[in-house]
Structures are given as structure tokens and as C-alpha cells.
């Protein structure tokens, strides 16, 4: 109860207006026919509290699509490496999206850190958002085990009724709220609905794959063989969607240029996918992944079971985007109940 | 010393000189790096001799066009090819749908016989081309990035991912979420998804990705139900002129 305040919902507005004044703030916002997207608020007129899941997770303001880390002249031999970041208030994220932010919070703090990605995470103040129901059928946030929150953000918002209750997780978060002024402590009643909202959900969100969490790692080391791959390899046009949506995909390329004047120029790091052809191309034209099966298989691995041996965690945050942006309509959930399938299939005979 | 630059034009609307003319400041800057020597749209000056750089726009449609573009190749050192008739034939290859007699008389009429005219090709079925800039029109951005690799020559090859990549880099909505058909996922990156990010499908301008995952894309149709040749005309729009063999025209 020491952690938990009260904001009504109709001081939402206020609150959102209040932290705009001084600060930049994000929110869920729809975008386009049936989208939604992070965008800049500066009320909270725009925010959609109901959307389902974004078109591209929060990451990208952790690490941004395009960045210039140095910027170079040749004739003075300077090299001034860059860093853009700005104040963020990251209103309204999902559970499995916080899970998402903590994954790129270990890889990019693993030395050799990276100091842009650090830096610009401090100064991102973020604000959990709960989800009592599904977002839609792509989720598998249960296997997950990502439906309710473990950390990673500095207030955590459950709606209920006509009441927001704060958990309020650090001290930023804490001046934050005190600057507003618009809520109240939490009482007894909260806490007691609170509790029931937990209790409710622990019926709505149900693994959607008949696997057991721990046994998911297994599933794809012993699949590195199996004809599901080659199915999805029949199928995927690699247009890197899925690994562009997914909110723990992390690689980039780097990339020289040069300004007009042929002697000034930049650095940018760019958001890179290991669906693309030339990915895995090393000089000499070997690639190591010439196959799109295998650049699937490669993909899933690094979500199910490289990160496992290497952080003890999963990479899959069970968002469902992947699944939801594959223009060839090839389903997280389906290729797992492929493997299990098989695994079957092969035990039995 | 600063490099000679000529733009010549082939058979196309020159609406990628237009864009050119259209870059503004950046312009500029280019210049001071460069002396046009040959330019229609924006100067008339005209002098003949070697071209350090030979900037094409067009595709070659006639015998005397083999003629002229060999010529050109023989006195540039560097030869780059803008937008999508001069980098894989473009429009005009839409004529090549056709038996060219039949083509010719449709277009010409009774004066069909005084005009010369081959099946379409792009520049690269011709001569050798150093660099494409792609695209209907092209894309400028890309022209200037191309332009300085030129100069300081250096290699530069088009993004061989989709365009798609682009698209969802700028958080566009996916235009199969709305029920339209978009070529985005076959067609290759480098113009930053131009079309998506105003609210067009791709129309495949840039042309097809070298390895366009056929079987693929099939299942997208179906998944859709559109109907296969709604997409290969869509496609034939641009790379029709690719389907001449080599030295076919000569
Ligand atoms: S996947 Fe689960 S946690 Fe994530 S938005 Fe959907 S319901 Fe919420
Ligand atoms: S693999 Fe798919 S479901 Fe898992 S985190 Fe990435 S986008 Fe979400
Ligand atoms: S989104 Fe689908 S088609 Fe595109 S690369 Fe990923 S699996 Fe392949
Ligand atoms: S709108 Fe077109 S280019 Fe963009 S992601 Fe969808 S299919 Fe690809
Ligand atoms: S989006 Fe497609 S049609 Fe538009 S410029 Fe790019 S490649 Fe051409």
C-alpha cells in the first residue's frame, strides 16, 4: 500500500498536460486504419489506453531507427563521436514491452557498453500500463509469462473503474507524481480490487501453446534439423518485418558518409535484420545463411534459446508482432505447435 | 580540377533531370564540385569531347540510340544510369508485351516503315554501366549519394532488401492491413518507402529484388485472393525490357 497512489481518470488529461509543460511525453496513439504507434502527446487527448500493441515497440527511442554516432573531417583527421538523447516520459507500456526494454538493457550493457544506448535510457522516465484482457489472438504473453509486470519501469498504471492505481517503483517516478499533485493514497478498497483484478486474469491469460515455459529451449535446440523450417522457408519473402517490429531484435549496420563538400561526414548506425539476403554475406561472397529457412530458424533461436544458455532468459516477450506484421502470414504460435508436432511425431515413431 | 559531368537523355519523359534541376541547394554544392558540360534541362550550352562522368536517363528504343549510347561509353569514364528507364528499362518496356511490328503500326500508323525502332532495353543491355540510380522517377537522395561514390570512386550498390524495410523503419501501417495489394515485399529498398510514407502502395519502381522469393509471394496473393496476373502486369510495367536477350537488337 506505501507504493500506491490514486489518479482518476479524468485528471488523466491534466496529468499528461502537466508533464508536457517540462518534458516530452510518448504515448499509444492510433495510427492509420487499425495501428496504433507511439507518438508525441502533449494532452491526453490522442492516447488510446485500449490499443493493442503498437506498430513498432518503445525500443525505438532506446535505439532509434537512424543514429549519428560520429561525425568525421577528413582534412583536420577529427573524429567527434555524437549522442542525441532528450527527456522522455514513455506513457502507457505494456508488460511484455517492459520485459522487451529490460532484454535490451542487458545486451547493451554487456561490455563493451554502449554508452548512446545507456545514456539515452536515463534520462526515459517509464510508465507501465496493465493489461486486464488480451491485446488480440497474437499474443502469447502467458507462455511468456510477460501478462503481468516484473519490474522495469518507474510507475505502473492499472485501470480500474474510473481510477488509475499507481504502483510507484522509484524515486523519480515518486517526484514525478508529487510534482503533478493530482493523486491520493491508495486504500484498502484499492488494494482489495487490485488483488481481484489479478485473480480475474490469472483466468483470461492461459498459456496459448500447449508447451510448458521451461521446456520451450529444449523444443528448439533438439529442432535445429527439423522440416518446419524448410515449410517456412517456402513461404517468407524476408522483408525483415518481423525482426524490424520485435521489441528485443537489436542488430544494426554501420554506415560511412560523406557530405558534398567530399571532405566532412557522418557515421549512422541503422537498424539491420538478419531476414535480409546479404546478412550473414562475408567478404568473398560466402554466406552462412543463404537459405530463408535457416535465416527463420537463426531468427527463433536467438529468441528460444541462444539467450538462454547466455542470460538465462528468453528473448521472446510473447508480444505477437511478429505474427501480426509477416506479410506472407507465418504465426509465432503456429511454427511452435509445428515443433511440438513433430517432436511428437518423431517420439511415437 | 573539377569533374565533367554530361546528362544525356534516351527515350523516357526526363523527369528524372527534372528532379535533378529540382534539388535545390544541394545543388549547389554539387556543382561547385562538378562542370556540367551537357544538360538539357537546365543549361543549353552544349561541347562535345571526354566526360569524366556520363550521367544517362532513358531507355534505348532505336538502332541509332545503340549507336549513340556506345559512343558515349567509349569517351566517359564513369557511366551512371538515373531512374527507372535507363536502370532496367522502365515504361518503355511495355512495348516489348507486343510483336513490334504490330506495335510500331499501332503507334505510327501508315508511317509505320519510316521510323526505327527495337524492342526496349535498359542501358546495362547495351554497355557496361558503373552505377544505377533507380526508380520512377529516381530517387534524389540517392542520386547525390551515387553521385559522390562517383567522384571519389568509390563502389556503390542499391540495398539488395525490400522495401519494406524502409516502410516499417518509418512505422507506416501496412497497406495489406487495409486490403491492398503492395509490391513493397519483391521490390527493392533506397527510396525509403517514398510511396508508402504518402499513402500509395509500392508500384515497384526500383524493380525487382535479384531474388524475389517467388513461392512466397504466391501464398501472399492467395492469402489475399488477388489474382496472380494482376501482379506480373504491375511488374511488366518496369522490367519488361529485361526479358531481351543480349545482342538480340544488334
Ligand atoms: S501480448 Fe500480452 S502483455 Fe503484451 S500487449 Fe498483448 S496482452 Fe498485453
Ligand atoms: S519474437 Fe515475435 S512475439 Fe516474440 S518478442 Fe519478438 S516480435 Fe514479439
Ligand atoms: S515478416 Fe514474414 S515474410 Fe517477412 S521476413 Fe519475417 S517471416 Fe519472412
Ligand atoms: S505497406 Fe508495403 S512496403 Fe510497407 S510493410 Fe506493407 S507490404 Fe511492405
Ligand atoms: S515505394 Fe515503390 S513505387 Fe514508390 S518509389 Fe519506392 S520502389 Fe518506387
New binding site residues.
Partial sequence: MENLVILKKEDLNDFVMQIARTKKVVAPVRKGVKSFAFEEVTSGARIDLDYTSTILPPKKYFLPQKETIIEYDKRKKEWTPTLYSEEIVLFGVHTCDLFGIQCLDIIFSENPKDFNYILRKNRILIIGLECSNYCDENASCALMDNQNPNGGYDLFFTEIDDRFIIHVNTYHGEKLINKTGLCTKADKRDVSELRLLKERKRNVFKNEVDIPYAELKPLFVNAMKSKVWDEIGEK???????TNVCPTCYCFDIIDDINLDLNTGTRTRVWDSC?NGSFAEVAGGENFREDRGER?RHRLNRKFNYPVSKFRRYFCTGCGR?TR????G?DLKETINALIEEKKGNENG | MKAKVAFFDFACCEGCQLQIANIGEALLDVLDKIDVVEFREVMSEKSGGDYDVAVIEGSITTKHAIERIKEIRSIAKVLITIGACASIGGVNGMKNNFELPEIKKYVYGEDEKYFDSVPTMAVDQVVKVDYYVHGCPMYVPEFVTVLKHALMGLPYKAPEKSVCTECKLNENECLFDRGLTCMGPVTRAGCNSWCVNNGNICYGCRGMLDDPAKT?QIEILKKHDIPLEWVTNKFNMYNKAKDVKENENE
Wanted: overall charge neutral.
Fill in positions: 517468407c519473402v524476408s522483408c525483415g518485418n518481423c531476414q527463420q511478429c506484421a509477416c506479410v506472407a507465418i | 512466397g
